[in-house]
């Protein structure tokens, strides 16, 4: 099955690997790194690490809890600029916090992260490994998860 990833080539226990962006412009080393990440091989490792890369993963039909998740088999070149979309930021700390302690284990989340914004406001960011429908999103998180929580896969299929 092949995937398609926004990843960074890092170096990682000396090897070059695809982690996740995480939906920022530079990957954010943390107590508890990526979940998951895709073998490169030799000829691509080559490409500078500390750039966002579209990749294609072949990937297996399942997937472990964390670790190697399958192999680039092509790096697409440098990842578009992230569209600055205005949305409302949340102030409401309280049904932030609710909201993401209701991510499921099943969404597979490799990061779960909250910021603040210029202004009064936090944004708040969920990880996944491979698209969640919106309806599930909905279900889980409520009606109005969206003003609140932004969710987004690392993988999305061909």
Do not use: K
Request: hydrophobic share 45%; charged share 25%; glycine share 8%.
């Amino acid at each position: 099955m092949l995937m398609r990833a926004e990843a960074f080539f890092v170096r990682r226990g000396g090897v070059i690997v695809a982690e996740p962006t995480g939906g920022v412009d530079r990957w954010q080393p943390s107590a508890d790194p990526q979940r998951w990440w895709a073998e490169i091989d030799t000829d691509m490792a080559a490409v500078a690490a500390d750039h966002r890369r579209l990749v294609e993963i072949e990937v297996p039909d399942t997937f472990p809890d964390h670790g190697r998740i399958g192999r680039v088999i092509r790096d697409a070149g440098w990842a578009a600029p992230l569209a600055a979309v205005e949305r409302r930021r949340s102030s409401d700390i309280d049904g932030l916090f609710d909201s993401l302690d209701r991510v499921p284990e099943s969404w597979l989340p490799y990061e779960v992260r909250v910021s603040e914004v210029p202004g009064s406001g936090l944004d708040a960011f969920v990880g996944t490994l491979l698209p969640v429908p919106s309806n599930e999103i909905r279900d889980v998180l409520g009606t109005g998860w969206c003003d609140l929580i932004r969710v987004e896969p690392w993988l999305i299929p061909i």
